[in-house]
């Protein structure tokens, strides 16, 4: 599981459905440790996509608002729908200051677009957390004819301290039985960026990709307040995680300092509808 911390995929309805409440059970922790996203990644979207003064923009999933302050910045009129009252409540207050952003809270599912088309859809880190059977079509819907729907991912990639990142696969396999035997953080080689859902849709065009390599280093006490806002090692039953999170905690003081390094690679998609 070394290299699922940040690579939240669902497996199941059920899985989806209970761990995208989890971000939750700590906003203000969620708030403090959560990355944002690299400089240059809103500088290329703003030549990829409609997300200057003017530009109506829907987010969907926006936390406690990594993407939407960078987006209120370049003058967005922007709508963030967040399903965690608790990370919209703080995502709120971060754009108080702009004076045409809003935050409403709801399941992007369940939420009614309004009649006025939106000309960017954006979802940073949170489209796979969106019913695979609604996102696609949903979004289409919510945008202008030539609209873009923007999707930005980031995945815990190999690189950084990567002997602690093998070695603690162990506290892996002890503590949370499902993780996989021998579980490996990939290459960004072997990362092939993925059109298949929005090919199959048949409502979007030639999708554009950009990816930026980063890396952030973080204390022992950094380092496991950042899992804790992981789904996976929250909905861990709860000597699971203690132990887990301990067993983390002396790996990284008794063999690496009491700092680890860990590489990001982030990638930005962008698809502009048919019409």
Known sequence: MSGSESGESPTSAADRERLRLTFGSDAAGYDRMRPGYPAQLFDDLAKLACIGPGCRVLEVGIGTGQASVPLGERGCRLVGVEISPDLAAIARRKLARFHAASVVVGAFEDWPLPTEPFDTVVAATAFHWIDPAVRVAKAADALRNGGALVTIDTQHVAGGTTQFFAEVQRCYERWDPSTPRGLRLPRIADIAPSTEELDRSGRFGRAVF??????????????RDLLLTYSGHIALE???????????TDLIDARFGGRI??????????ARTRG
Not at 210 to 223: D, N
Not at 239 to 248: P, S
């Open 210 to 223: 950009r990816r930026y390599e980063w890396e952030m280093t973080y204390s022992t006490e950094e380092y």
């Open 238 to 248: 709860r000597d699971a995680q203690a132990g887990l999170l301990a067993c983390i």
């Open 261 to 270: 390094t860990k590489r990001y690679l982030t990638e930005l998609r962008v």
